[in-house]
């Protein structure tokens, strides 16, 4: 399945994102931000992207550890990295935003503090899958499921407590202006996020072939 | 139902039986909580005067730290002899066996938490017997929380050979939101006004944590643990 779907979300990634800059650069200028308002066409669709992840990590772990499906952890491997990357890229491009908007690079507020937990947490799996050792899959998939229990935390953390971060609430009111690159990149970030996370299942998946065709040649 | 609670029970008097005879977990954790403290006085006091509101940190961190060490020895006693095999082999409900368990380090770090608390309060001259009870809300609930998901974590690990190390690599990405907690809610009742609006709320946030943590170790720990 993996084999087919991977050249579309592909080639589609890459025909949103070739089209993408120019989309962002006829997009009116933003009065108070200027130009780094168009950092936002890329800080939030990298969030949303380490959202997905994050909730295919989750709900892949879920599947790993009641079901056993060998599928599903390589799965949540694949996804956990991906979040990471896409957390990071939206940890990166959050600070740029912040310099202008509130003069300092970064301020512990309930969004940035979960956002950073959240990140941790991702790194911890990574190197419990790396350094864990034999049976280090199952503790692995209970930590993922642990991590997506955050992220409904993370998502609602500017409504509960009043942070400098803007709300959630911004993005669906945006004039169309706005909303059309956003929404565009938004599907570019999904796109490569899926067509990543394909490729990324897939290796793991011929890695399993590898060991067990090696333990097989061993047993002869 | 019924049958629940009473296997609970039995682990935890089991695991506090054995202790009470060596009392290896509740001295060394004791003492390493009570070293902890002083080196922070160390630094943190100078001529008899604490720096301002270092109290609260060091509280939750001396609690965060001896803690990580009981956790890491939680099931220690189990790996002998395969008694976690005996343990998961025995036909009650496994997440009976870890809730006991729980109920066992929570005590443990009770007593190591009255011992931390005098000395916070006596070394930097922190108020935080002013408002008691909310405190004790504050340290009930923040143990809950970091113990709930350690004592998963330190079932998980039993059978890794890098346990050591990882227990807490694991362990504090999780529960620093509950540490965060802790501390902000300790430090609005020590500052020189106290916000008790604010200590509520974080107390109220402790509690909606504990019962997510809570019911996601319930809910995931026979899955992990079952070979």
Same mark, same amino acid.
């Not at chain 1, 499906?69 to 390589?74: K, N």
């Not at chain 2, 506090?16 to 390493?32: G, H, I, K, N, P």
């Not at chain 2, 997440?95 to 443990?108: D, N, S, T, V, W």
């Given at each position: ?39 936002? @066409? ?15 990590? =989750?709900?892949?772990?879920?599947? #790993? ?43 512990? *507020?309930?969004? !940035? ?21 034999? =049976? ?5 998939? %209970? ?44 599907? %570019? ?24 065709? @090696? !333990? ?5 | 139902?019924? =049958? ?13 039986? +054995? ?6 977990? !509740? ?39 001896? %803690?990580?060490?009981? !956790? ?9 002899? *395969?008694?976690?095999? %005996? ?10 066996? #870890? ?15 009255? +011992? ?41 690990? /039993? ?18 939101? /509950? ?31 504990? +019962?997510?943590f809570l019911v996601l170790a319930l809910w995931t720990f026979e899955p992990v643990?079952?070979?």
């Amino acid at each position: 399945m993996n084999k087919r779907v991977f050249p579309v979300l592909a080639a589609v990634s890459l025909l949103v994102f070739v089209s993408a800059p120019i989309i962002i650069v006829r997009a009116p200028y933003e009065s108070t931000m200027g130009l780094v308002q168009k950092i936002f @066409y890329f800080h939030f669709p990298s969030w949303m992207a380490m959202f997905l992840s994050v909730f295919i990590l =989750g709900i892949a772990s879920v599947f #790993y550890l009641f079901r056993r499906t060998p599928a599903a952890d390589r799965l949540a491997v694949s996804a956990a990295e991906l979040a990471a990357i896409f957390g990071l890229m939206g940890l990166i491009t959050g600070p740029l935003w912040g310099i202008k908007a509130w003069g300092v690079w970064w301020q512990w *507020d309930a969004r !940035l503090t979960m956002a950073v937990i959240l990140e941790l947490i991702l790194a911890a799996y990574l190197l419990l899958r790396q350094y864990g050792g034999a =049976g280090s899959d199952r503790l692995a998939a %209970g930590l993922g499921i642990f991590a997506m229990a955050n992220v409904p935390f993370l998502y609602v953390s500017t409504e509960i407590w009043r942070t400098v971060h803007p709300r959630t609430s911004v993005v669906p009111t945006l004039p169309v202006d706005f909303g059309v690159p956003l929404w565009w990149s938004f599907g %570019g970030f999904i796109v490569l996020c899926l067509a990543l996370l394909s490729a990324r299942s897939r290796l793991e998946e011929q890695r399993a072939t590898l060991d067990r065709l @090696y !333990l097989a040649l061993e047993e002869d | 139902m019924n =049958g629940f609670f009473r296997v609970a029970w039995l682990v935890m008097r089991k695991d506090l039986r +054995v202790e009470s005879r060596s009392r290896e977990m !509740l001295f060394t954790t004791l003492f390493f909580a009570v070293s902890c403290v002083l080196v922070f006085s160390f630094s943190f006091v100078r001529g008899g005067q604490a720096v301002d509101g270092a109290a609260p940190g060091i509280l939750w961190i001396a609690i965060a730290f001896s %803690g990580t060490l009981a !956790l890491g020895r939680a099931f220690e006693r189990e790996r002998q002899h *395969d008694a976690l095999r %005996g343990l998961m082999l025995a036909p009650v409900d496994r997440p009976a066996i #870890y809730l006991g368990k729980l109920f066992g380090l929570l005590l443990l770090l009770a007593a190591v938490e009255a +011992v931390v608390v005098v000395m916070v309060a006596f070394l930097f001259q922190a108020p935080l017997f002013r408002h008691g009870w909310m405190l004790l809300a504050l340290l009930v609930l923040g143990t809950i929380g970091f113990a709930s998901v350690g004592t998963l974590f330190s079932a998980m690990l /039993v059978r890794t050979t890098s346990r050591a190390v990882l227990l807490p690599i694991l362990l504090y990405p999780v529960t620093i939101p /509950v540490l965060i907690m802790g501390v902000s809610g300790t430090a609005a009742l020590v500052q020189p006004e106290p916000d008790l609006a604010m200590a509520r709320l974080w107390i109220t946030l402790l509690m909606f944590f504990d +019962v997510v943590f809570l019911v996601l170790a319930l809910w995931t720990f026979e899955p992990v643990m079952t070979e």
